[in-house]
């Protein structure tokens, strides 16, 4: 039985991954932090089913602040793969705590790598980057060869771990893949990444909970996929017979007012009266066509699944399923 350790297991690519993975027939370890709670996470369909939990799906709890604890349960499960998806992932609060990210993106990847180094049993890892290392980039579409040019310290901070991802595989022969990865979204994503925030306060104003919805830029483009595509991804480039770098993305360009006008048509309603522009939420500087090139990872067989159309219709969907069981507030912030 195939066994994997997941830094990032609760938020949504790592409870994507877990589900895909434990179909695969896998056993998955999962990092939490301490301070994680299970009961509002995105596991706890699976940790608390009896057939699953404690049995191919354990978890750990450990701080990637503290290696000490990364490297007891690296040796214990001794895993075949590492995901690792753990990290401060919000573009607009980097610039509010980045040190916090600098520390949990590049500080908190460089220690795994160092650990990794010494394991003495072979072990692949899979490191989730982002189209942000791009940052204002001089090509369209970007590919695995575009030159890094982070303009936010989420980016930066990606960009170093993706450097020492691809020095490390070089100067010491191990099985190291940088997944490059567009937007990609889900019911799972955090409330405060735009589609989510769009799609949650569309459905909580047809159902009275919500009046509005602030925004930065609507004329901002996104190259948008579904998370479930992007995880599948993640487990191919890993069955690669040496470690790599992939761009997973659309290649396809749509605007936050596209998602505004989905998702509000989505629930019978004109978007237009309900959002208000608050420029607290536009961003300093602003990436410019951020669009990725997959075809080098589509030739090992990966292809999105899902239309941009259906992924706004499956996120308001599901925020109306949720809201009409648990009715509560909606933070129009
Ligand atoms: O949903 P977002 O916050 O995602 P962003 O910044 O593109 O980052 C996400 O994708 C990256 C991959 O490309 C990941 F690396 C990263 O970890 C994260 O997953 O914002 C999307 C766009 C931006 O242009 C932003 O300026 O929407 C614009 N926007 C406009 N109003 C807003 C808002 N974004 C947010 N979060 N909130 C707004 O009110």
Known sequence: MPCALITGITGQDGSYLTEFLLDQGYTVHGLVRRTSSLERSNLRHLCSNPAVFGKTLHLHSADLERPITFLRILQRVNPDEIYHLAGQSHV?????????????????????????????????????????????????????????????????????????????????????????????????????????????????????????VRLGDTSARRDWGDARDYVRGMWLSLQQPAGDDYVFATGVLHSVQEVLELAFAEVGLNWRPYVHRDERLVRPPETCTLVGDSSKVCRLGWQPATDFAALIRWMVSAELEAMSHTPRDVDPA
């Open 92 to 212: 607009g609060l980097s610039f509010d705590m980045a040190e916090t990210t600098a520390d949990s993106i590049a500080m908190g990847t460089l220690r795994i790598l160092e650990i990794v180094r010494e394991h003495p049993a072979p072990v692949r890892l899979f490191h989730a980057t982002s189209s942000e290392i791009f940052g204002r980039p001089t090509v369209s579409p970007q590919d695995e060869s575009t030159p890094l040019n982070p303009v936010n310290p989420y980016g930066a901070a990606k960009a170093f771990a993706t450097q020492m991802i691809r020095i490390y595989r070089e100067k010491f022969g191990l099985h190291l893949t940088n997944g490059i990865l567009y937007n990609h979204e889900s019911p799972r994503r955090g409330e405060n990444f735009v589609t989510r925030k769009i799609c949650r306060t569309a459905a909580a104003i047809k159902l009275g909970l919500a009046t509005e």
